[in-house]
């Protein structure tokens, strides 16, 4: 009697391929994994990247320079700085600011802008009908505690107490210093007479008053605060 041979089953079959995926990751496995490794390193390397800024030239502060000094070439130097994080009066070219006199002190590697400059700038962002007026005090020591920014109120002082009685008269109140003198015979206003100036910020109604003060009595010049 011829017998029948059984069908053989699908999961009697030979794996070959299942044998060749599992050599495959047998022999590869280190590799595979340090590739993966990588990959996820490269990965977070991309997401944790800056975003690309696009930067321009500025004139930067070479050292620290303080108030009062006169740029030259070897004072300042041009920087690549990005863009976005720039004000937009800062200066371009060191052509632009070789001469011009600081009215604040800039530290090094900070941007020179044309409102930290002695002139027009001093008085930008300042209210309409701003002014910038000369004042002599008659205490010179005052000029040593002040620096631009501080507040001040002018004080006109009349009278000697004897043939006249002595008056005390708030001329001006809590008006901004702008420049003071530093001793630099660089510059045209710390020569001669001009040293023992200052130039405060003041209205047009308070700059009528401050111009004729030197010629009514003394002027002291009262340092106040920000409050």
């Known amino acids: 009697m011829r017998s029948r041979r059984r069908p053989a089953r699908r999961h009697d079959r030979p794996s070959r391929y299942r044998r060749s995926w599992r050599e495959v990751l047998a022999v590869y496995r280190r590799p595979l994994a340090a590739v993966l490794a990588a990959l996820a390193v490269a990965a977070s390397l991309s ?11 500025v004139v930067v502060a070479a050292r620290d320079l303080p108030s009062g000094t006169v740029l030259d070439a070897g004072s300042l130097h041009i920087a690549q700085l990005a863009e976005k994080a720039l004000p937009p009066d800062v200066l371009a070219s060191v052509g632009s600011a070789t001469g011009q006199q600081l009215a604040i002190p800039v530290a090094a590697g900070s941007p020179v802008a044309s409102t930290m400059l002695v002139g027009p700038g001093l008085l930008t962002g ?17 000029i040593g505690l002040l620096s631009p920014g501080q507040l001040v109120d002018v004080v006109l002082s009349q009278g ?17 210093v702008l420049w003071v003198p530093t001793g630099s015979a660089g510059s045209w206003l710390d020569a001669g007479d001009a040293a023992g100036m200052v130039v ?13 003060a030197a010629a009514r009595g003394k002027i002291f010049l009262v340092l106040v605060g920000p409050g």
């Open 160 to 176: 000697n107490g004897y043939e006249r009685a002595a008056d005390s008269t708030v001329i001006a109140e809590r008006v901004p």
């Open 47 to 57: 997401a944790l990247a800056p975003e690309h800024t696009e930067t321009v030239p």
């Open 126 to 142: 300042a209210e309409p009908g701003t002014v910038a007026v000369p004042v002599r005090p008659s205490d010179t020591e005052t």
């Open 200 to 212: 405060v910020a003041a209205s047009r109604h308070d700059s009528v008053e401050l111009a004729g």
